[in-house]
């Protein structure tokens, strides 16, 4: 078998003819971009690739001149061929990450229908055939919404400060046997001692964990809050490959890895990943914040073949088009997602969906002012790091009832 061709679908969820509301207007900077290998033999292979798609697609297809006339059976080889020929530009971003991820999530796509098995019977078999998910709110109402449909695990997330009485409404919500996490998002203007402050303000809500505390890159910060908090701690979803997630893991950072199963570098990284974890005794749940479907299908495989896997994140109030871009449909039934059974990943595109929504851009508006926390006629825009005025303005940790 050979690779005859390389082909990039660039999309970007937007509005819906025929919808009232904000459905019709929906138009965020997310982007999706989907891959597809054909070969000589008629089979073709799916990936999906995150990492800033719009730029990811040019990189995916300047490999093509390394993988048209290949055997797409060599998957690791290939994987290897191209990580060595994009050196030069950096070894562990996620734009390289996200290029190599779709093209080999592609690979074991087109592997899997080659042989008739599904991804995860190639790759040890099955730990489980349903996946825990988990779902996002930051109010009572949306949480008990979440639980309804059987979630058993929620994540309440914070771009400006951690605030402590929309995590006790959700806590209050949902009750003792839910699952609940927070996520700062890794701002980077909190020091260690804030974010050690906010997480021992945090333990009250007995979480499942703290994620990205601190600026991700800031890993000796990420140390001290480490030792310092009586939380179990997450991160990784910013860096791609093994080398990326190594020293989360190595320095026993964390208790969660969290790597981006569309620019991880692709299902045989995730694998590994999920291997150095397990050594050191700690779980893996991967992001999937920004990802579209067939990632989503990706990380079940993955999740159905480790022994580590904590659960999956999924964006359960998404864009309404999600599941018209792809076949078959996903559906949680009791907090959980199916691991699929067809012959590789097990979906496929549906390209006359997708060409109804060009990418237009993929840069997101700048955040508004968080509140008059900079000081006045110096610093008005978003900045990756500045000062801040104001202990409590920037931390905006209002206790539960006051
Ligand atoms: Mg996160």
Redesign the pocket.
Same mark, same amino acid.
């Given at each position: 078998m050979k690779i005859t061709d390389v082909k990039t679908y660039l999309m970007q969820p937007g509005p819906r003819p025929g919808l009232a509301g904000p459905d019709a207007s929906f138009r965020g900077s997310r982007n999706w971009l989907f891959v597809k290998i054909e070969t000589d033999e008629g089979i073709s292979g799916i990936g999906e690739c995150s990492g800033w798609p719009r730029v990811v697609e040019t990189a995916v297809l300047d490999y093509r001149s390394i993988l048209i006339g290949e055997n797409p059976r060599d998957i690791d080889r290939l994987w290897h061929r191209m990580f060595v020929a994009s050196m030069g530009h950096g070894m562990l971003g996620t734009v390289g990450g996200g290029a190599l991820t779709g093209i080999e999530m592609a690979l074991w796509d087109i592997k899997g229908k080659a042989l008739g098995q599904p991804i995860w019977n190639l790759l040890g078999g099955r730990f489980r055939d349903r996946i825990r998910v988990y779902g996002h709110a930051k109010t009572a109402e949306r949480a008990r919404e979440l639980t309804n449909l059987g979630y058993s695990a929620i994540?309440v #997330?914070f771009t400006g400060a951690v605030k402590l009485d929309c995590v006790a409404a959700v806590r209050e919500a949902v009750g003792a046997d839910v699952d609940v996490m927070v *996520?700062a !998002? #890794?701002p980077s203007w909190m020091t260690a001692n804030d974010a050690i402050s906010v997480g021992r303000a945090l333990e009250q809500f007995d979480l499942l964990f703290y =994620? *990205?505390p601190v600026a991700p890159e800031n890993l000796d910060a990420l140390q001290r809050v480490r030792d310092a908090v009586d939380l179990p701690l &997450? &991160?990784g =979803?910013r860096v791609s490959n093994i080398w990326g997630i190594r020293p989360y893991v190595e320095r026993e950072l964390v208790d969660v890895i969290?790597p981006d199963t569309g620019r991880a570098g692709g299902i045989t990284q995730m694998r590994k990943m999920a291997a150095m974890a397990e050594a050191h005794y700690i779980t893996m749940a991967p !992001?999937s #914040?920004s990802l579209g479907p067939v990632a989503e299908f990706a990380a079940l495989h993955v999740m159905a073949t480790i022994p580590n896997a904590l659960m999956l =994140?999924r964006v359960e109030f998404d864009w309404p088009g999600r599941y018209e871009v792809v076949a078959p449909v996903l559906k949680v039934v009791d907090g959980h997602l199916p691991v699929p059974d067809a012959p590789g990943l097990g979906v496929e595109l549906v390209e006359e969906e997708i060409t109804k929504y060009p990418s237009a851009r993929n840069v997101g508006d700048m955040p508004p002012d968080d509140g008059g926390a900079y000081e006045p006629g110096t610093v008005d825009e978003c900045v990756y790091f500045q000062p801040r005025l104001g202990r409590r303005a920037r931390l905006r940790m209002t206790k539960p009832g006051g």
């Open positions: 994540k #997330g *996520d !998002h #890794g =994620e *990205d &997450a &991160a =979803e969290q !992001h #914040g =994140e």
